[in-house]
């Protein structure tokens, strides 16, 4: 069956593609290095990306050149970043002129469902702030096409994630599935506040791409922002506090795997743990849950 109509990107008519609303080797990484090979579809409470989410978006042609994009990502960061898991050998990783279309795809497409959903669902914005994402996505739109330079002040922004070693926070103020969220699953999030729009977040398991609609203070990021032609991710960031609370505050949000685990699911966790599981043998899922247990206690992982 086809589906034909306006190509989002270029608005031209046509035959439709179903688009990943985020790239399809994310989601299929993602299953791989679950514990259990499969994913969990969640409800999308909160507005969040169902797991492998599509949509009819865009012509062949357009989802053409989303692939040039994707591939050198893919190949050089999202691969070589998601699968060290020692992660002190790999600190800064470079990129040429496709980073930032790739990270302004992601973000139009992501803003673009968003909005659409939001409206299905019936949840309204202020005009004020429907008028501030419309000219990020027309913005984005133009830079995909081609016809601007640059995305001008709707900047992207990569943070690569991984499990935390220490922080200032009192671990009682932390949800205990904190470095399960920051570094497993797919979330897409409009974050805003005082009616106006800050930033759409896309997370892609330990990658965090953020695209700014009206962040005032552009500054406070260091060492987050992508360039037009080349540069690197990792490395040194800063990142203003408040984005640590949202984070904190959309962990909180997901209802995170409290279903009851086997013996043989907490024998490997307790290996993990005590550092006598071989890692490569271990998925993802259970690093991280080893690295909350480590952090929060088992009481308060395995608390319902
Ligand atoms: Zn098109």
Redesign the pocket.
């Known amino acids: 069956m086809t589906t034909t109509g306006t ?1 989002q ?2 608005g ?1 008519d ?1 035959v439709l593609e179903e688009s990943h609303i985020v790239p399809k080797f994310v989601i299929r990484h993602q299953k791989k290095t679950s514990a259990t090979g499969y994913m969990r579809s969640n409800k999308a409470v909160n507005l969040r990306a169902q797991d492998g989410h599509k949509e009819h978006m ?2 062949g ?2 989802e053409d050149l989303f692939n040039e994009w994707e591939t050198p990502f893919s190949n050089h960061i999202y691969y070589p970043w998601a699968s060290d898991q020692k992660h002190q050998s790999l600190c800064e990783l470079s990129y040429g002129a496709w980073m930032l279309k790739f990270a302004v795809s992601v973000s139009w497409r992501a803003l673009t469902w968003y909005m659409k959903k939001a409206s299905d669902e019936q949840v309204s914005f202020s005009k004020e702030m429907v008028a501030e994402i419309d000219k990020a996505l027309s913005t984005w739109k133009r830079f995909l096409l081609g016809e601007l330079p640059h995305p001008d002040k709707y900047q992207q922004h990569m943070i690569l994630l991984d499990a935390i070693e220490r922080t200032t926070y009192d671990s009682d103020v932390l949800p205990s599935n904190l470095n399960r969220f920051l570094t497993r699953g797919i979330y897409i999030n409009l974050a805003h506040s005082d009616g106006k729009p800050q930033f759409i977040y896309t997370k892609m398991g330990k990658v965090s791409l953020l695209g700014f609609i009206g962040i005032k203070y552009p500054r406070q990021w260091v060492g987050t922002k992508l360039h037009v032609k080349e540069g690197v991710v990792g490395g040194d960031i800063s990142l203003p506090s408040q984005f640590m609370d949202y984070l904190i505050e959309l962990a909180k949000t997901v209802p995170e795997l409290q279903k009851k685990l086997s013996e043989r699911q907490i024998d490997v966790i307790k290996r993990t743990i005590d550092g006598n599981q071989d890692r490569a043998s271990t998925s993802e899922t259970y690093r991280m849950m080893a690295a909350d247990i480590d952090m929060f206690g088992e009481s308060r992982v395995f608390s319902k």
């Open positions: 190509c990107l270029c031209k046509a865009l012509c042609a357009c």
